[in-house]
């Protein structure tokens, strides 16, 4: 069955870095969208940013210029890496892929503190 870990999350001040990862297992990773998303108390969850099996990458006007997703086919691995975090950038963050489903990681909490 279709598996995502995510890893990587934690407390950081404003300002600071952060670099999410998600472990892919059950599909044929390389052909397949991945995508981040996230998710705050009370809203809904929306896109943080995706990168394509051709490595065509998508942002949220939120986070461009300061967050990068990446892949490694090799690995079965997506990553996040976050820079100049800001206070609202404090959410749980997942991990997400389409094959024939929707399927989802667990979230891991990014919490940035003033």
């Known amino acids: 069955q279709v598996q995502l870990v995510e890893s990587g999350g934690g407390l950081v001040q404003a300002g600071g870095s952060l670099r999410l990862s998600c472990a892919a297992s059950?599909?044929?990773?390389?052909?397949?969208?991945m995508g981040w998303y996230r998710q705050s108390p009370g809203k809904q969850r929306d896109l943080v940013a995706a990168?394509?099996?051709?490595?065509?990458?998508n942002y949220a006007d939120s986070v461009k210029g300061r967050f990068t997703i990446s892949r490694d086919n090799a690995k079965n691995l997506v990553y996040l890496q976050m820079n100049s975090l800001k206070l609202e950038d404090t959410a749980v963050y997942y991990c997400?892929?389409?094959?024939?489903?929707?399927?989802w990681g667990q979230g891991t909490q990014v919490t940035v503190s003033s």
């Open positions: 997400h892929v389409f094959s024939r489903s929707d399927y």
């Open positions: 059950g599909i044929i990773f390389r052909f397949n969208t």
């Open positions: 990168i394509s099996s051709a490595g065509t990458t």
